[in-house]
């Protein structure tokens, strides 16, 4: 069975200071890894994604994912965090071959000044 | 930059009343997605839908509900009679393949009464 496991659900950083999110997922499918960051009122935007070609994936607003298969994990990753990122962060997986998503709980991001 | 748009942003409804949630994809995609997600719950995986007809559904999406591209440019999600659990937000996504990144609509919160 397919499982995305956040490990925090909510993490409070400096602004300035590195933002770490870790993602842990199990699937017998040969998965697509996502990671999506929502707003407040506003929709899931796609930060980057990680497809079977290189471990290091760089996404929009400086973050970054390494998909791990030996730990089976696909943590995020920004070395300064600015007050615009806070939001809520999803780590994704895609579980069959029609592209069906399953979500990890989410990890509620705050930046302190 | 093309972007999936849903409408209404919020919809209330009397329990038992037909809601139907309303979404335009992005004009070149071929696959449609539903989620939702209920207040303080994962966002999960609803239906997905190519070539006119479903691909997948979960086993959320009952009798009650139905989806429909009916102008070639709108997906409709119907719920044929709402319940309290119903409540929830709905967000429509498309995406070009089946494996690339789905493209979020900013949802609709469906609040049932």
């Known amino acids: 069975a397919q499982s995305v496991t956040q490990l925090d659900s909510h993490v409070s950083v400096s602004e300035g200071t590195p933002v770490l999110l870790r993602c842990n997922y199990s699937s017998s499918y040969s998965p697509s890894l996502f990671w999506y960051v929502q707003h407040p009122n506003k929709g899931l935007q796609l930060l980057l994604k990680?497809?079977?070609?290189?471990?290091l994936v760089k996404g929009i607003n400086g973050f970054e994912a390494e998909f791990k298969k030996s730990e089976t994990s696909f943590h995020l990753t920004k070395p300064s965090a600015h007050m615009s990122d806070a939001a809520e962060y999803f780590c994704?997986?895609?579980?069959?071959?029609?592209?069906?998503?399953?979500f990890g709980a989410g990890t509620q991001v705050v930046v302190t000044p | 930059e093309p972007e999936v748009t849903q409408t209404p942003s919020h919809q209330v409804t009397q329990m038992g009343q037909e809601v139907i949630l309303r979404c335009v994809p992005i004009?070149?995609?071929?696959?449609f997605y539903w989620y939702r997600q209920i207040l303080g719950q994962k966002v999960e995986f609803l239906v997905s839908f190519y070539n006119n007809e479903i691909s997948e559904k979960s086993e959320i999406f009952d009798d009650q509900f139905s989806v429909e591209r009916p102008d070639g440019s709108n997906f409709t999600l119907k719920i044929r009679s709402t319940k309290l659990e119903d409540s929830a937000m709905y967000f429509c996504a498309s995406s070009e393949t089946f494996n690339n990144e789905q493209f979020f609509g900013p949802g609709t919160r469906l609040t049932v009464l």
């Open positions: 990680y497809t079977s070609a290189a471990t």
């Open positions: 994704v997986v895609t579980i069959d071959s029609w592209g069906k998503l399953q």
């Open positions: 004009s070149n995609h071929l696959y």
